[in-house]
């Protein structure tokens, strides 16, 4: 469980840089105590699934980005491909 959970920090921290917050201002974005974030992302603290859900809304992504990064954007590339597939498949009907 871990493992998970460092994957978790480790990505919340790179979506947090990338979007350019602070750990001040997601915690005024998830409506948390301001060591909230610091606690998370040092491991010091585990976030509930509404944390996590929270910090993916105000970070603006997928919450299974949390977890493994760019999992939603891969999950729209299998979807096209699939959907892909399946039209070539109708089209030879």
Known sequence: MDKYLDDFRMNM?????KAGISQVQLSILCDCGTGTIGGI?????????????KIAEALNINPAD????????????????????????????
């Open 66 to 93: 949390l977890f493994v990064r760019d999992s939603s954007r891969s999950m729209l590339k299998i979807k096209e491909s699939l959907r892909e597939e399946f039209n070539i498949f109708l089209a030879k009907i």
């Open 13 to 17: 921290k790179y979506y947090r840089e």
């Open 41 to 53: 992302e040092s491991g010091k603290a585990k976030p509930s699934f509404d944390m996590m859900v």
